[in-house]
């Protein structure tokens, strides 16, 4: 049975930095790619981050470009999101999402972990 679960969230103040995990089980995360997410309330889930599972390529939105920074650990078995420099508008819940090798940012995401929340106060 795959798993994600994503950990690393919590309470920080603007400017302060966060470093979420994606770790897995049931599956080896160097062969999928990885998808981070984020739902704010009252708003569409967006991605903000996606590292491909072929060249190791990476996307970023334009929102957090310069300010986060995807990577693998395989020996983990785990995908981090480092977020520095976050602002209140980086306040939601985070989502890491796994798709079929070889998929693009587009995907399908197949498993999809249970979120954890960040909240970046003023």
């Not at 996307?59 to 995807?70: E, M, W």
Request: proline share 5%; hydrophobic share 30%; glycine share 12%.
């Amino acid at each position: 049975q795959v798993q994600l679960v994503e950990s690393g969230g919590g309470l920080v103040q603007t400017g302060g930095s966060l470093r979420l995990s994606c770790a897995a089980s049931g599956v080896t995360l160097r062969y999928y790619p990885i998808g981070w997410f984020r739902q704010a309330p009252g708003k569409e889930r967006e991605v903000v981050s996606y590292i491909s599972s072929t060249d190791g390529s990476t996307y970023y939105s334009d929102s957090v470009k310069g300010r986060f920074t995807i990577s693998r650990d395989n020996a983990k078995n785990t995908v981090y999101l480092q977020m520095n420099s976050l602002k209140p508008e980086d306040t939601a819940v985070y989502y890491c999402a796994a798709g079929p090798p070889g998929a693009n940012l587009i995907g399908p995401y197949d498993y999809w972990g249970q979120g954890t929340q960040v909240t970046v106060s003023s």
